[in-house]
């Protein structure tokens, strides 16, 4: 229970400060987020791998090779930020280039052998961690709570979405 359902004063001011539940889920998961960057950097003990190569490793590893304007699509970031983090992840040895056989001017990105070993090696680092930890949350809540945070991405990455704020100016 969050501080602002713990005051307390008259029924107006109460129902002033109860958090809806979308509130609760905004707030959770920006806090959520910024806690998870600091774990990540503890656990990974940043060096060179930052944040932001471990998340376009990542994407990689499950979406496949995409383009530069793709991974900056679905991070909703700018490309060129997107192609800094590349070239780093290239000149690392990480990633390449290849062919696109679909454009020619935006070549696809994918990861090299040291890439996909990297990724293994952090996936099980952070699996030994949590299966020594005591988090407390059984895996289906974990999972229920993944499967609720994608429904309320999608909506927001949704038609819909952009329909309601057209109509709300």
């Known amino acids: 229970m969050t501080?602002?359902?713990?005051?307390k004063g008259s029924p107006e001011q109460n129902e002033a400060l109860v958090e809806?539940?979308?509130n609760e889920l905004i707030n959770e998961t920006a806090l959520l987020f910024h806690r998870l960057k600091i774990v990540a950097e503890e656990v990974h003990h940043q060096g060179e791998m930052t944040g932001g190569l471990r998340s376009i490793l990542r994407g990689l590893d499950k979406l496949g090779a995409q383009t530069v304007p793709e991974?900056?699509?679905?991070r909703a970031v700018s490309r060129q930020n997107v192609?800094?983090?590349?070239?780093?992840?290239a000149e690392l040895g990480y990633v390449e280039f290849v062919e696109n056989p679909a454009h020619k001017r935006s070549?696809?990105?994918q990861m090299t052998a040291l890439g996909r070993k990297t990724?293994?090696?952090m996936n099980r680092c952070e699996a030994q961690l949590l299966s020594r930890s005591q988090l407390g949350v059984p895996e289906k809540n974990l999972r229920a709570?993944?499967?609720t945070l994608r429904q309320v991405r999608a909506y927001f990455e949704s038609?819909?979405?952009q329909l309601t704020l057209k109509t709300n100016k």
Do not use: D, T
């Not at 501080?3 to 005051?7: A, D, I, P, R, V």
């Not at 991974?71 to 679905?74: D, F, K, L, T």
């Open 3 to 7: 501080e602002l359902h713990k005051k």
């Open 20 to 22: 809806s539940g979308f």
């Open 71 to 74: 991974m900056a699509r679905v």
């Open 83 to 89: 192609q800094m983090i590349v070239n780093q992840l």
């Open 107 to 109: 070549p696809l990105v």
């Open 119 to 121: 990724v293994a090696s």
């Open 145 to 147: 709570a993944a499967e």
């Open 159 to 161: 038609e819909h979405w």
